[in-house]
Nanobody, 125 residues
C-alpha cells in the first residue's frame, strides 16, 4: 500500500497544523498507524501511534498534550493535530502503517511495513 502524507507547511510558534495520512487502497483505518519525524542531522523519531481499531493511542513525551493522533472515518485518514507548535517541532513528518489488527500500538520505526513520502513542517520563532 502507498501512503500519502499532507498538511505540512510554515507556521509561527504557538500555531497549529493538521497532518493527514491516506492510503492508496483507501483503507488506512485497516492498519496500525504511526507518525514519525526527522529533523536535519537527526535520526527519525517517534511522534504518535494509533491501533488498528482506533484505540489505544500513544504519544511521545515531547509532544504529549500538544499533539493528538486520531482516525477520521469519514475521510478515511489518520490525522495528527498539532497545537502550540515550537521551533523544535520543525522536521519532515512521515506516516507509517503496519499490517496488524487488535489493540497494539507500535512506537519503533522498524516495526512498520509501509511509509509515506513525508511532509515538511517548519515552525518559525
Amino acid at each position: 500500500v502507498q501512503l500519502q502524507a499532507s498538511g505540512g507547511g510554515l507556521v509561527q510558534a504557538g500555531g497549529s497544523l493538521r497532518l493527514s495520512c491516506a492510503a492508496s487502497d483507501g483503507t488506512v483505518s485497516r492498519y496500525a498507524t504511526g507518525w514519525f519525524r526527522q529533523a536535519p542531522g537527526k535520526q527519525r523519531e517517534f511522534v504518535a501511534a494509533i491501533a488498528w481499531r482506533g484505540s489505544p493511542t500513544s504519544h511521545a513525551n515531547s509532544v504529549r498534550g500538544r499533539f493528538t493522533i486520531s482516525r477520521d472515518n469519514a475521510k478515511n485518514t489518520i490525522d495528527l493535530r498539532m497545537n502550540n507548535l515550537k521551533p523544535e517541532d520543525t522536521a519532515v513528518y512521515y506516516c507509517a502503517a503496519k499490517d496488524s489488527g487488535g489493540s497494539a500500538v507500535y512506537t519503533e520505526a522498524v516495526q512498520y511495513d509501509y511509509w509515506g513520502q513525508g511532509t515538511q513542517v517548519t515552525v518559525s520563532s
